[in-house]
Nanobody, 124 residues
Framework: QVQLVESGGGLVQPGGSLNVTCAAP????????MAWFRQAPGKEREFVAQISWPGRLTYYTDSVKGRFTISRDNAKNTVYLQMNDLKPEDTAVYYC?????????????????WGQGTQVTVSS
């Protein structure tokens, strides 16, 4: 089964930075929009950011605009999420996912495949 692989999560103090990475097989990356979602304990999975193919367009949920940056390296089949000025409310498991849809979608059910997630904890 095709699966994406996230890495780079960890524990960081408020105001700190992390860069999470997602590696994908070619079939799940080429010509696909890639996105990051997150899920905090007891909450639904929420959209964070999306990047188009090959990478000219990006979209962010309002709560991370100006702090997070999504990017992709198409030669490496990798997508990144640079997170700056992290806040305790950013604490969650972060997932990457791919979609074949040609336009922006923030609905998790429109994405497949997914990664296993990486934990990001923001705490002093």
């Amino acid at each position: 089964q095709v699966q994406l692989v996230e890495s780079g999560g960890g524990l960081v103090q408020p105001g700190g930075s992390l860069n999470v990475t997602c590696a994908a097989p070619t079939g799940a990356f080429s010509n696909r929009r890639m996105a990051w979602f997150r899920q905090a304990p007891g909450k639904e999975r929420e959209f964070v950011a999306q990047i188009s193919w090959p990478g000219r367009l990006t979209y962010y949920t309002d709560s991370v605009k100006g702090r997070f940056t999504i990017s992709r390296d198409n030669a490496k089949n990798t997508v990144y999420l640079q997170m700056n000025d992290l806040k305790p409310e950013d604490t969650a498991v972060y997932y990457c996912a791919a979609t074949s849809r040609a336009s922006l979608t923030t609905r998790p059910d429109k994405y497949d495949p997914w990664g296993q997630g990486t934990q990001v904890t923001v705490s002093s």
